[in-house]
C-alpha cells in the first residue's frame, strides 16, 4: 500500500532533494548540540538572539501563571483573550497602523491573508522570488496572478500599464528576500502603485526588527513614510518568537476577521506566546533594539567581507542572510556536510525552496555571535575551495 511513497521517495533522493529533520538536544545562544557535539548556528531566523532572552521568556512565564497553557479556542469564539489584544494594540502603537490583526503564523498570514483580501476580478502582481506562502495565498485568492522576474521594475511598470481590471490591482513583494538576502526596491514599487491605483502588500518577515532606524523593516530601511496598504511580519524571525501580524486599516481589519479563513478556523495563539512577542516587540523598538541592530550589521559586514576575500561572489547589503550560491543540489549538500564537519551548522537550501540550479548554502547571523564565531566560519569556508563553488 505505500510502495508509491517508496518510489517517489527514491526520485527524490536521486535528485539530491531529500530532506531530514536534524534533531538538535541543547542550545544556548548561537552554540547548538547535535549528538553531543557542539555546532556554531548559521542556520537560524533568530537574527537579534532574543528566543531565550530572559524577558521574553519571564513574559510568557508570567501569562502561562495568569491565563494557562492554551487560549482554548478560537479568536471569534472564546480565544480573543486580553493578550491577543495587548498585543495587537502595541503592534499598532509602534508600526504607527490604524489596526493591527494577529495571524498563527507568517504561513497563516499570507495565505488567508491575501486570500482574503484578493478576489476574482482582482489582478495581483507579485515578485518571481516571494515566498512559497504568498505564492499559494495568491492562487487560493482566485485573483488572476502576474509574475514580474525579480526586482525588475521595468517589467513591473509593463504589466501595471498594460492589465487592467474591474476589481482591485495589487502588488505583493518581500521586504527582504529570505534565500537571496537582497532588499525589494520599495520607494520604486512604491512609487509605481501609487502612479497606477494598485495597492501594496509588503512581507517583512525577514527585515521586522533587523532593518531601518527604527527597526520597522525594509520599508523604514527605504526611508518611507508611514505603511504600505498591507505591512505583514512575523513573531518567529528577529522577536524569537512564533505568530504574525498585518499592519493595516481597520476596515481591512474588519474584513480579514470576517474573511481569512486561516484567522477564522484556528485555535488562537497561546497567551503564553502573546505575552512573549509583546516583550520582545518593546525590546525591538527599544535602544537595546537598536544596538543589537547595529552589533548584526557589524557582523555582517565582517562575514561577507571575509567571504570575499575568499574569492566568493557576494552582495554587499544591508542583510543578515548571506547565500553562497552553489547551483548542483548534491554539490550543495556535500558542501553543508563539510561545514559541520568543522563544526558549523549551516543548511543546502534546494529546489522547491530556490530555484532549479540555484542551491546553495545560506548562512544567517545573529547579534548574539562573537567575531571569532564569523573567523572559524570563514576558515571552515575556505576549505570549501575543492568543490569549485566559485
Known amino acids: 500500500m505505500t510502495d508509491f511513497a517508496a518510489d517517489r521517495l527514491t526520485l527524490i533522493k536521486d535528485a539530491g532533494l531529500y530532506r531530514t529533520l536534524q534533531r538538535l538536544s541543547a542550545r544556548s545562544g548561537a552554540i547548538i548540540e547535535i549528538e553531543a557535539r557542539e555546532f556554531i548556528n548559521f542556520g537560524s531566523n533568530d537574527y537579534l538572539g532574543l528566543t531565550q532572552d530572559s524577558a521574553t521568556c519571564i513574559a ?42 494577529l495571524f498563527n503564523s507568517g504561513y497563516h498570514a499570507n495565505v488567508g491573508g491575501i486570500a482574503a483580501l484578493a478576489e476574482e476580478g482582482d489582478l495581483i502582481f507579485s515578485d518571481q522570488l516571494c ?5 499559494d495565498g495568491c492562487r487560493l485568492s482566485k485573483a488572476k496572478r502576474f509574475v514580474f522576474s525579480h526586482s525588475d521594475m521595468l517589467e513591473l511598470e509593463a504589466l501595471l500599464k498594460r492589465e487592467h481590471c474591474v476589481g482591485q490591482r495589487w502588488v505583493v513583494t518581500e521586504g527582504l528576500f529570505s534565500m537571496d538576502g537582497d532588499i525589494a526596491p520599495l520607494a520604486e514599487i512604491s512609487d509605481l502603485c501609487r502612479r497606477y491605483d494598485a495597492l501594496l502588500m509588503v512581507d517583512e518577515a525577514h527585515s521586522f526588527g533587523v532593518l531601518g532606524d527604527v527597526g520597522l523593516g525594509a520599508w523604514n530601511y527605504a526611508g518611507l513614510r508611514g505603511l504600505p496598504d498591507v505591512y505583514t511580519a512575523t513573531f518567529s524571525k528577529s522577536p524569537g518568537g512564533f505568530g504574525a501580524f498585518m499592519a493595516v486599516s481597520s476596515v481591512i481589519k474588519e474584513l480579514l476577521i470576517n474573511r481569512a479563513r486561516s484567522f477564522i478556523f484556528s485555535t488562537a495563539l497561546p497567551p503564553s506566546v502573546a505575552a512573549g512577542d509583546m516583550a520582545a516587540l518593546d525590546i525591538i523598538f527599544s535602544e537595546r533594539g537598536a544596538q543589537l541592530r547595529t552589533r548584526l550589521h557589524k557582523l555582517a559586514m565582517l562575514f561577507r567581507d571575509g567571504l570575499r576575500n575568499l574569492g566568493y561572489a557576494v552582495e554587499n547589503t544591508a542583510s543578515p542572510i548571506v547565500p553562497l550560491v552553489i547551483g548542483d543540489s548534491c554539490k550543495a549538500l556535500q558542501a553543508a556536510e563539510k561545514m559541520q564537519s568543522e563544526g558549523i551548522f549551516v543548511r543546502a537550501v534546494r529546489y522547491p525552496t530556490v530555484p532549479e540550479g540555484t ?28 568543490l569549485k563553488l566559485r
Open 60 to 101: 510568557a512565564i508570567d501569562a502561562i501563571k495568569q491565563w494557562g497553557f492554551g487560549a482554548g479556542s478560537a479568536r471569534l469564539i472564546s480565544g480573543s483573550l486580553d493578550p491577543h489584544h495587548q498585543l495587537e494594540e502595541a503592534i499598532s502603537r509602534h508600526t504607527g497602523a490604524e489596526a493591527a490583526i
Open 131 to 135: 515566498h512559497a506562502s504568498i505564492v
Open 359 to 386: 542551491a546553495r548554502l545560506r548562512f544567517s547571523l545573529r547579534a548574539d555571535m562573537e567575531d571569532e564565531h564569523i573567523t572559524r566560519c570563514l576558515v571552515a569556508a575556505a576549505g570549501l575551495n575543492n
